[in-house]
């Protein structure tokens, strides 16, 4: 399981790491297009390799030689778009915000289901939790600091009920969502908060054992991933790469569309994610 950190300070610090621009910049003669996806199920190398029909499909899709990368960390990634190590990537809500913000990159497509997402809270089936503020005094567990689904969205529904996530429990930052759902389950933690998505594929695929856990809260609808480009990236590659999903069909494309645990994909905006905004600045985390 990947390694829990306790601490919200280190993990802020540990978290501002990004990958190497010795990759080169890409769009260039000769050179491949870098993909990023944020490490939101744990970046492994299983797990790059579990999305090679995705890789491939892009490549064809486009017309060019598609690089997935995944990052070691939510902040790695956004810091790979300003720094060109990125071409387009899949972004978190939180992290996209900051991308635009601070590099201005530019929201393409998303899944239907990102328009009115969710954040699950879990706990173990016989836990005394049934509500958010039974948390308090419990050992709690985020996900990356910088993401939407596992820390934003559940770290404003806990203050709304009256806890301090920072003073009222025991918190800790697992660096995903797959962690997070691990340590719910093995009773590392009290209780949890991850995406939605995350939590029923690693039940129906049987990497979490759904007797163990359940769901005792589940957040208001927001609007989360997205796919984007960096700014400088031409509007016919940016077209041709949106079209490669919007192009995705239920039932003809099932092995990539359940890599991307989504049914299909429609235009991304950014006036969208205006609420995101207000919630990360009122918390500090904008």
């Not at 289901?113 to 089936?125: E, R, V």
Request: charged share 25%; aromatic share 8%; glycine share 8%.
């Amino acid at each position: 399981m990947t390694k829990l950190i306790s601490s919200r300070r280190t993990f802020l610090t540990a978290a501002t790491g990004a990958i190497s621009a010795a990759s080169a910049l890409s769009l260039r003669a000769g050179g491949g297009i870098k993909v990023g996806m944020i490490p939101d199920a744990g970046a492994t190398q299983v797990s790059i390799e579990e999305k090679a029909p995705l890789r491939n499909y892009l490549s064809k899709a486009i017309g060019a030689q598609v690089d997935l990368i995944i990052p070691t960390n939510y902040n790695a990634t956004v810091e790979a778009l300003g720094n060109g190590s990125l071409d387009f990537a899949y972004l978190g809500a939180l992290t996209y915000v900051k991308a635009h913000d601070r590099y201005g990159v530019l929201p393409l497509v998303q899944r239907s289901a990102d328009k009115n997402f969710h954040s699950l809270f879990i706990t173990q089936s016989g836990s005394a939790i049934h509500k958010l503020a039974d948390c308090k005094g419990k050992r709690f567990a985020f996900g990356d600091i910088n993401s939407t689904s596992g820390h934003l969205i559940p770290y404003d529904e806990l203050k709304k009920a009256g806890v301090n996530p920072d003073r009222d429990m025991q918190i800790r930052y697992t660096g995903s969502h797959a962690a997070t759902a691990k340590a719910v389950e093995g009773a590392a933690s009290d209780a949890g908060a991850l995406d939605e998505t995350v939590y029923r594929s690693m039940v129906s695929e049987g990497k979490v054992d759904g007797s163990k856990v359940r769901i005792f809260f589940t957040s208001p609808p927001f609007v989360d991933y997205v796919w984007v480009a960096r700014k400088d990236i031409g509007a016919s590659q940016r077209e041709r790469f949106a079209n490669a999903f919007l192009s995705l069909k239920e039932g003809k494309d099932d092995a990539i569309l359940n890599i991307l645990r989504g049914k299909d994909f429609v235009h991304a905006n950014d006036a969208e994610y205006a609420n995101i905004r207000k919630i990360a600045r009122d918390l500090k985390m904008l």
